[in-house]
T-cell receptor, first 112, second 114 residues
Framework: EAQVTQNPRYLITVTGKKLTVTCSQN?????MSWYRQDPGLGLRQIYY???????DKGDVPEGYKVSRKEKRNFPLILESPSPNQTSLYFC???????????FGSGTRLTVV | GQQLNQSPQSMFIQEGEDVSMNCTSS?????WLWYKQEPGEGPVLLIA?????ELTSNGRLTAQFGITRKDSFLNISASIPSDVGIYFC??????????????FGKGTKLSVKP
C-alpha cells in the first residue's frame, strides 16, 4: 500500500532531551515535507526536501533539523525540545510533477 | 508570509443540509486544493483545481477555482454524519512561493447532527 509512515504516533518528552521523529514513504516521491499543526493556526511548513541531500526551510524552521540521505526517509530532529514545540506533526510527500502532498497519520509530541 | 483566509471557522449543521465554505487570498494562486482531516489522521486530498474557473466534483463534493485566481469554494451536498472533520484549503501561490510549499488555510471544522 502506498503510504507515508511516521513514528512514533505519540511522544512525551522532557525539555532539552534530543529526539527524532522518523518518516518514510514507499512511493519514490521526490518531495518530502514536515508540517506542524496547532489549534487556530492550521498547518505550517517546517522544512522540505526536493530530493536527496537537498533541503530548505519552510515557514517555521527554528528549533528543528532535517536530513535527506535516502530518497524514502526524511527524519525530523529536535536537538533541544522546548514546550513551545508541543504540537501535532505531519510528514508528507509528493512526486515532482504533482502539486499536492500525501500526508502521514501524524505524531503528537508533548514537551514538558 | 502569504496567508489564506478560510471561512467559516466552524459549522454545526443537520444531516441532509448542504454546506459551503470558502478560501480567499490577496495573492494569485496557481493551484487550489481541498483536504479533509478526520480525528487522529492526516489530511486527505479531496479535490485539486488547476485552472481559473474550473469546477470539479467528487461525489457530493464540488469545488471551484475562482475566476480571479484569488479564491476557491467547496460545497458539500446532502451532508451525512461521516462528513464530520476539518476541511482545509491549500494552494500554490503564483508569486513568492517555494517549490516545496503549500500554503494552508486554518480549516473549517464541520459537525453534523444526525
Amino acid at each position: 500500500e502506498a503510504q507515508v509512515t511516521q513514528n512514533p504516533r505519540y511522544l512525551i518528552t522532557v525539555t532539552g532531551k534530543k529526539l527524532t521523529v522518523t518518516c518514510s514513504q514507499n512511493m519514490n516521491h521526490e518531495y518530502m515535507s514536515w508540517y506542524r499543526q496547532d489549534p487556530g493556526l492550521g498547518l505550517r511548513q517546517i522544512y522540505y526536501s526536493m530530493n536527496v541531500e537537498v533541503t530548505d526551510k519552510g515557514d517555521v524552521p527554528e528549533g528543528y533539523k532535517v536530513s535527506r540521505k535516502e530518497k524514502r526517509n526524511f527524519p525530523l530532529i529536535l536537538e533541544s525540545p522546548s514546550p513551545n514545540q508541543t504540537s501535532l506533526y505531519f510528514c508528507a510527500s509528493r512526486p515532482g510533477q504533482v502539486p499536492y502532498y500525501t500526508f502521514g497519520s501524524g505524531t503528537r509530541l508533548t514537551v514538558v | 508570509g502569504q496567508q489564506l483566509n478560510q471561512s467559516p471557522q466552524s459549522m454545526f449543521i443537520q444531516e441532509g443540509e448542504d454546506v459551503s465554505m470558502n478560501c480567499t487570498s490577496s495573492s494569485i494562486f496557481n493551484t487550489w486544493l481541498w483536504y479533509k482531516q478526520e480525528p487522529g489522521e492526516g489530511p486527505v486530498l479531496l479535490i485539486a483545481l488547476y485552472k481559473a474557473g474550473e469546477l470539479t466534483s467528487n461525489g457530493r463534493l464540488t469545488a471551484q477555482f475562482g475566476i480571479t485566481r484569488k479564491d476557491s469554494f467547496l460545497n458539500i451536498s446532502a451532508s451525512i454524519p461521516s462528513d464530520v472533520g476539518i476541511y482545509f484549503c491549500a494552494g500554490r501561490p503564483h508569486y513568492g512561493g517555494s517549490q516545496g510549499n503549500l500554503i494552508f488555510g486554518k480549516g473549517t471544522k464541520l459537525s453534523v447532527k444526525p
